[in-house]
């Protein structure tokens, strides 16, 4: 998958249209952008463009589900020995790739559950699929794209990074969130952005705010 396929960095070239939140942070619909933060946009584009090969750790189609600490227990190996792995056929496991710290791309295929790349310090996590509720949760550093939707509590407690999610979120995104950036290009449900402190969020789409 090309870079380019994943999200247009031009779209999001425009310096103007932001607002600040009454707890600080800020919120920009449409094609809005600071010229500081898009630095953080190019970054995870130069990362996608240069880690190429890997390993896989595929999810048997058995009725039994491997269960989401047996696949970040082959991840985590798999981490040691190449920076990008691949994970096909999630089924709704929760807690996939949590606390996951440095430089490593993780691209995921299927669809995840609960608090994925939740505290992700480094990584690049991509999913082709759908992800389910708080989504990045308490993410320090690093990327995360969904093609997908994303459910409610988005971006969470997030205090840095960089968050793309192609399809819509649920309502409650990004509440009491310190920094980073969340990006979604769909529409976004109601209580978002609630408490921010720092950060900003973007909507392409409706908002429920």
């Not at 595929?58 to 696949?71: D, G």
């Not at 791309?105 to 509720?133: E, P, Q």
């Not at 993410?139 to 999610?165: E, P, Q, T, W």
Request: negative net charge.
């Amino acid at each position: 998958m090309d870079s380019d396929d994943i999200y247009p960095l031009s779209s999001y070239s425009c310096t103007h249209g932001h607002r600040e939140m009454e707890h600080g942070g800020e919120i920009a619909t449409g094609q809005s952008i600071r010229q500081d933060q898009f630095v953080w946009l190019i970054s995870i584009r130069v990362i996608i463009s240069n880690l190429k090969g890997g390993l896989s750790i595929l999810v048997p189609e058995e009725s039994k589900i491997i269960s989401s600490e047996q696949i970040n227990s082959a991840l985590k190996k798999q981490q040691s020995r190449s920076r990008r792995v691949r994970i096909e056929g999630l089924r709704g496991q929760g807690y996939v790739a949590v606390g996951l710290e440095g430089e490593v791309t993780v691209d995921m295929v299927g669809t995840a559950g609960s608090y994925l790349g939740a505290f992700n310090d480094g990584a690049l996590l991509k999913v082709d699929g759908r992800v389910g509720s708080n989504l990045a949760d308490s993410m320090f550093s690093g990327g995360i794209i969904v093609l997908g939707k994303a459910g409610d509590g988005a971006g969470n407690y997030m205090s840095g990074g960089v968050v793309v999610v192609k399809g819509s979120v649920e309502g409650g995104v990004c509440r009491l969130m310190r920094g980073g950036v969340m990006i979604v290009e769909g529409s976004v449900g109601d209580e978002s952005c609630e408490f921010m402190h720092g950060g900003l969020v973007i909507i392409r789409g409706n908002s429920g705010i």
